[in-house]
């Protein structure tokens, strides 16, 4: 059984990373395995609508998308993960969303079944809005969205600030354990 979880930020080892490594340990602390996957420095472009991926499970886009759908494909749990970009989820994990999601909708509902969640970080505003709109996608794709102890938000601007968000951390570590418990019930 394993969890991933997808950092959409650009920024290397910021807040967002550090929520989701946070997640992913009370995750491993249930027994399944991690991976953390970091979008920072990927070449991720946004889909073209060439609409190949209706007929064959891939994508002709020559860049780094490929081998994380697979990645997602063959994980019991995916985590989404990003920091808020005026009001929204970023573009690079947005792009991601998009091709990732619409090459499994069309082959198979390849993330049908699958547990998931959003994780989401920012200075001030924007949390909620972009916790919806990567609800949305895990709706879209037939996953199971577990709760925590409150909406998975947090909040931080300078690297490392989100590790004084205690209610933050705690509500993402609460997330955690309960995508390892439905992880756990739906598979054994
Ligand atoms: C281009 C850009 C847009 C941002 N827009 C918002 C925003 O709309 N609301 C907000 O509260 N913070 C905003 N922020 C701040 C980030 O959400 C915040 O610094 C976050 O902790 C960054 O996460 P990271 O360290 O994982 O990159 C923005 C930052 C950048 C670089």
Known sequence: ????AIVGSPREKGNTEILARHTLKAIEEEGLDTELISLADLDIKPCN???VCKKEERCPIDDDLFP????????DAIILASPVYFGSATALLKALMERAG????W????????????LVVARRAGQNFTLSQLA???????CFVPGSTYWNIAFGERKGEVEKDEEGLKTAWNFGKNVAL?????KT
């Open 107 to 118: 082959n198979g509902r390849a993330f049908e079944g699958k547990v998931g969640g959003p």
């Open 182 to 186: 439905l992880v756990k019930k739906l």
């Open 1 to 4: 059984m394993k969890a991933i």
């Open 68 to 75: 994380i759908y697979i990645k997602m494909k063959e994980a």
């Open 102 to 105: 619409y090459i499994a909708y």
């Open 49 to 51: 609508t060439c609409m």
């Open 136 to 142: 949305y996608w895990f709706y879209i794709m037939g």
